[in-house]
T-cell receptor, first 115, second 113 residues
């Protein structure tokens, strides 16, 4: 399977704990995006990387959130001191091209539940 | 915040009928993309239409784009029960808006067999 993969698929944690999610993009894609989706809403942009450089961050990405893509391949998203409001589906997407041809392919998502 | 709105919020049709969903947006775009999402799953890319295109087809899907009205429509012909899902439009803005996709809230489509 050469699609975008995400791990874990589900994560249940207690408030105040730290969690880390991983995304493996399609291998030849140099752009990687993180989105968050809450129930009944469309995904909202969090951040994106071109290769290893983090080029844009949303205001949704508070200081408790950090994302890395150390070698320009897989990426991790860490949430520190989780809050119940962090409960959501976290989606990763990758793309190869930009501008008018920026077709993004999404992984299955990681569903986070904060108790 | 969401870029725009999908209309209707929910649509229920019989198998074999056509389904039309509309999307409006607010800013200049490079392209507009439509995605499908089955309950609790990731998004599946359906079709991309560039800002200089007016209509695009893919199998049973037909997408139109009217940049003067900042709107798009997705038509699914001869619907099947397996088309039951949420459908989202997403805009890829002009460079001053970054490279992110901005999604609407989606249309929930139910196809009854």
């Amino acid at each position: 399977d050469t699609g975008v993969s995400q791990n874990p698929r589900h994560k249940i944690t207690k408030r105040g704990q730290n969690v880390t999610f991983r995304c493996d993009p399609i291998s030849e894609h140099n752009r990687l995006y993180w989105y968050r989706q809450t129930l009944g809403q469309g995904p909202e942009f969090l951040t994106y990387f071109q290769n290893e450089a983090q080029l844009e961050k949303s205001r949704l990405l508070s200081d408790r959130f950090s994302a890395e893509r150390p070698k320009g391949s897989f990426s991790t998203l860490e949430i520190q001191r989780t809050e119940q409001g962090d409960s959501a589906m976290y989606l990763c997407a990758s793309s190869q091209r930009q501008g008018a041809y920026n077709e993004q392919f999404f992984g299955p998502g990681t569903r986070l539940t904060v108790l | 915040s969401q870029q725009g709105e999908e209309d209707p919020q929910a649509l229920s049709i019989q198998e074999g009928e056509n389904a039309t969903m509309n999307c409006s947006y607010k800013t200049s775009i490079n392209n507009l993309q439509w995605y499908r999402q089955n309950s609790g799953r990731g998004l599946v890319h359906l079709i991309l239409i560039r800002s200089n295109e007016r209509e695009k087809h893919s199998g049973r899907l037909r997408v139109t784009l009217d940049t003067s009205k900042k709107s798009s429509s997705l038509l699914i012909t001869a619907s099947r029960a397996a088309d039951t899902a949420s459908y989202f439009c997403a805009t890829d803005g002009a460079i001053e808006y970054g490279n992110k996709l901005v999604f609407g809230a989606g249309t929930i489509l139910r196809v009854k067999s």
